[in-house]
């Protein structure tokens, strides 16, 4: 998690270089800054848009008046949370759910012994909060204005029903049932939004090859394909990977760029050393060093266990394969 602290007072500022001693212990990234005359405005522009969480540690007034410009969704806004001075109370005012101020804030809480301070309706009367869980568990939400219908059917005490494409563990929380068919809530990684609220597990890593000076629009093509031709929902898929002669085609390095997705590559001795029922061409081999780059690369790139839900295609010279990743879900008593 990449955070953003922003104190304004000499008391504030020591607070912030022990959460950031105690949060880097935790594998946080943390960027520290007492506040200078003028430069709240352009500090929390910048941090809004390339952190995962603001904390100011002040007044909430000041914190409000500063986001309040860059607001635009609770899916894609970062969390914003506030502290006093004093380290005693944290408070989270800004996606709570889907962006982690709740969970962040009762991890500051846990640390530095202060009160966490929710006030988001389900955390209040302790009932299953699905965006806050889904946040926890990685997954993807593909039509948040759902999230409000179960969330209310929840708080007036209804049930709501919970169907997955992948394995379960733990006791699902109260007025939560499990559904084979249809869900009110769905977890997989179909095209389709299937009713109610769908959630997506990003497990999916692509593997592509492509001809030197492939266009970026023919990769597009070609991932466009892939999906519609496995039933693969785009949010499924994590990370790009490739044979490291192709680390700096600009095509790939463009299309993963526009989608936020990594570019990983790998040598051609490790993408050998790869053991699965792999499509062979020797004509590749003699020109890569392997005998297939997109299979080999999606398996690799996912580890171990991963298994292909789409064999090597071709279209227009690009070549690509989609490996998945083990995946369960998981609840944990209490929620």
Not at 76 to 99: N, Q, Y
Request: glycine share 10%; net charge negative; proline share 4%.
């Amino acid at each position: 998690m990449k955070i953003g602290i922003i104190s304004f007072t000499q008391q504030g500022a020591l607070l912030a270089e022990k959460i950031k001693m105690q949060g880097e212990s935790q594998g946080w990234s943390i960027s520290i800054e007492r506040c200078t005359q003028g430069g709240l405005r352009a500090w929390t522009q910048e941090h809004f848009a390339k952190d995962d969480a603001l904390l100011f540690i002040g007044s909430s007034g000041i914190a409000i008046r500063a986001t309040a410009p860059f607001i635009k969704s609770k899916v894609t806004d970062p969390a914003v949370v506030v502290m006093d001075e004093a380290g005693s109370f944290v408070i989270p005012l800004l996606s709570g759910h889907l962006g982690g101020a709740n969970a962040l804030s009762k991890k500051l809480a846990s640390m530095f012994g202060a009160v966490a301070v929710l006030t988001t309706a389900t955390d209040v009367r302790g009932v299953f909060s699905v965006d806050g869980w889904a946040q926890e568990q990685g997954l993807m939400v593909v039509n948040p204005e759902n999230i409000k219908e179960i969330s209310s059917r929840l708080l007036d005490g209804k049930e709501v029903t919970l169907r997955s494409a992948f394995p379960i563990e733990g006791k699902l929380p109260e007025q939560v049932l499990l559904s084979e068919w249809e869900g009110d809530i769905s977890i997989t990684n179909e095209m389709e939004s299937p009713r109610g609220l769908h959630l997506v597990a990003p497990v999916v890593t692509l593997g592509v090859g492509c001809r030197r000076g492939t266009p970026k629009e023919k990769i597009e093509e070609a991932w466009w394909r892939t999906l519609l031709t496995s039933d693969i929902h785009p949010k499924a898929v994590f990370q790009v990977c490739s044979i490291d002669l192709k680390q700096e085609e600009p095509g790939i390095a463009e299309f993963c760029a526009e989608r936020g997705l990594p570019f990983t590559c790998f040598s051609a001795e490790e993408l050998q050393s790869v053991k699965a029922d792999i499509s062979s061409s020797a004509f590749v081999k003699s020109i890569t060093g392997v005998d297939n780059v997109c299979e080999r690369s999606a398996l690799f790139g996912a580890g171990e266990g991963a298994v292909l839900v789409k064999r090597k295609g071709i279209f227009q010279g690009v070549t690509m394969a989609l490996a998945m990743k083990p995946y369960i879900v998981r609840f944990e008593e209490g929620l």
